[in-house]
T-cell receptor, first 112, second 114 residues
């Protein structure tokens, strides 16, 4: 069964800093999606990468960016952090047979 | 843009009671998925519905997809404390080029009192 690891699991940053989060699909899936989860806005799509190319992008400012490497590992970067960026950032891979999305445990980012 | 609305936002039940959450999309969906997120956890896929009017069952859980493919429901019979969590519906985002982009409902938080 497919799986996803995310690092770090917890992170505390201050306003104005930048942060990089990592997502590693265990089985080498080529499609990786990122979501932001907050109590107020719920689960919101950030972007999707497929074979190192960004295939879809959500409605987030340019401070949010990402990339995918040839081994399917993906990173997302948030620059000039704001308090409102505090959230659980989830990475997911999709099973092409049934569209099931496997989510990683997430990175809990706190911006002070 | 596409919106997926879910009601109720919260549901408190006594163990053994039934529970239903409803999902409505502003656009017709090619499919709808349901996820469960336990407190402190991450969303876990439950099921995908594809056909108009489709009904699927998983033990005490019954999922329905509306005839117009714009609404769906999840019904749990005789809730147990293990059912506690947030239940989300999600559909492929309108205009998206792949199923990797989902629009999620706000979720229904279920608490079960023993």
């Amino acid at each position: 069964k497919a799986g996803v690891t995310q690092t770090p699991r917890y992170l505390i940053k201050t306003r104005g800093q930048q942060v990089t989060l990592s997502c590693s699909p265990i089985s080498g899936h080529r499609s990786v999606s990122w979501y932001q989860q907050t109590p107020g806005q719920g689960l919101q799509f950030l972007f999707e990468y497929f074979s190192e190319t960004q295939r879809n992008k959500g409605n987030f400012p340019g401070r949010f960016s990402g990339r995918q490497f040839s081994n399917s590992r993906s990173e997302m970067n948030v620059s000039t952090l704001e308090l409102g960026d505090s959230a659980l950032y989830l990475c997911a891979i999709r099973d092409p047979l049934n569209n099931e999305q496997f989510f990683g445990p997430g990175t809990r980012l706190t911006v002070l | 843009g596409q919106q997926v609305m879910q009601i109720p936002q919260y549901q408190h039940v006594q163990e053994g009671e039934d529970f239903t959450t409803y999902c409505n999309s502003s656009t017709t969906l090619s499919n709808i998925q349901w996820y469960k997120q336990r407190p402190g956890g991450h969303p876990v896929f439950l099921i995908q519905l594809v056909k108009s009017g489709e009904v699927k069952k998983q033990k005490r859980l019954t999922f329905q997809f509306g005839e117009a493919k714009k609404n769906s429901s999840l019904h749990i019979t005789a809730t147990q404390t293990t059912d506690v969590g947030t239940y989300f519906c999600a559909g492929p985002s309108a205009g998206g080029t792949s199923y990797g982009k989902l629009t999620f409902g706000q979720g229904t938080i279920l608490t079960v009192h023993p």
